[in-house]
């Protein structure tokens, strides 16, 4: 049996979060008397998961429910404090987990795009060869060499998508990139993504496209309050998802999962 790409092994992630204890917010800020204790929040719960070489997931589940918390795990930038985490050696990853990540507001998109290709294990002499294409794939000649600070979110978006696809990548993450900027752009990106899928790229999205989700991936897995609720194949996921907003909440509706099978 092959080994899955990636692993994950009871995670728990867990979070504090301060919680003041005067009776009044305005009170506190005033007077500076008001006492806060920590409260611990899970993330993430006793998640195990195994992804396929090649496969396409995405994620689901309603704010807050732990969506991109995940993908920060799979992308090595949060440490589970209980489970393990094992993704493939010598394999390349590329996360889109948050807008600009491993860009410098001062620099320019293109010395951004040499900055943030070093942080994806491109080399100099690989990144002079593929600029022009980032740049054209982009659509931003016009502002590449302006400071990305000046840049809208959707600008970000095409700049970063460009970058992280420019090269094959074996694993790409993607953190609702694809809900920001014009229907043609995405469109472009669709294109790339299943280009990238047919030669062997796994793919990991969260997103609230619900559709998008089910055209793109074959399987997803429902997040929520931290807790894996369903694991299966896109429609009847997304059909289960769908139905919990309508006939109970998400916890009644992984009872009845449960009870049914």
Known sequence: MTPPLIHLQNVDVRFNRHRIRSKRVWDHLVSRVGRSEAQSVFALRDISLNIASGERLGIIGRNGSGKSTLLRVIAGVIVPERGTVAVA?????????????????ELSGRENCYLGGSLLGITRKEMDAQIEDIIAFSELRDFIDEPVKSYSSGMYARLAFALATCKHPDILLLDEVLSVGDQFFVKKSLARMQRLMGEGTTVVIVSHNLDLLVTQCSRLIWLERGVLQADGPSPEVAAAYRQSGVTGSPMDYRHRLHADG
């Open 89 to 105: 050696e010598a394999r390349t990853l590329a996360p889109l987990i948050e807008l600009g990540i491993g860009f410098h507001p």
